[in-house]
């Protein structure tokens, strides 16, 4: 029997000519990364930056498990090719805390009991951030509405409704990422 080779093998000229150099501040980070032009923007924050909060759910744009902000606005992250957002500011749901102290939604998801097996909640959380800088959600109903595309297999709606409810309550001041 043969022993295999373990080591990696280096990147052919090929490969590295699909290759497409594109910078990001994720979390307040500046990356000055190389991807291939298929390469998802969800792929990219779990598979090479490590940030793994962010969850592959359907891998389809219909769950939300994967939402995350791109210069403030809620995406997709599976829906987003990396190459479309060089230059761009992406905050996950590892970058909502500041100095150790959670942001507000999170604290309030904690209060409100608004998740149950987790793996929805950092699209959730992320949803919600960005839902409160649109500041188009005044009562529950909207709120509802526009949270909509993130789904909780779960059912702890009223409990992540009630968790945005009381940080909307508390001022929009409370809503940075």
């Known amino acids: 029997m043969q022993a295999t080779d373990t080591v990696a093998k280096p990147i052919s000229a090929a490969d590295q000519a699909q290759r497409i150099p ?6 307040g980070v500046a990356h000055q990364l190389e991807v291939e032009p298929w390469t998802s923007l969800l792929d990219l924050l779990r598979e090479q930056l490590d940030l ?3 969850k592959k759910g359907c891998d389809h744009g219909q769950c939300g498990a994967c939402t995350v902000l791109v210069d403030d606005r809620r995406v997709n992250a599976c829906l987003t090719l990396a190459v479309m ?6 905050t996950t749901i590892e970058g909502l805390a500041e100095n150790g102290k959670l942001h507000p939604l999170q604290d309030a998801f904690i209060e409100h009991d608004a998740f149950q097996c987790g793996y929805c909640t950092p699209g959730q959380i992320c949803s919600a951030v ?3 800088k649109e500041g188009r959600a005044k009562e529950r109903h909207e709120i509802r509405e526009l949270m909509s595309g993130n789904l909780c297999r779960c059912g702890a709606y009223v409990n992540i409704v009630a968790a945005i409810e009381h940080v909307l309550s508390q001022g929009e001041q ?4």
């Not at 594109?22 to 979390?27: A, G, P, R, Y």
């Open 130 to 132: 960005g839902l409160l």
């Open 22 to 27: 594109i910078t990001l501040t994720v979390n």
């Open 85 to 90: 957002k060089d230059g761009a500011k992406v």
């Open 174 to 177: 409370e809503a940075r990422p």
């Open 52 to 54: 793994t909060g962010t």
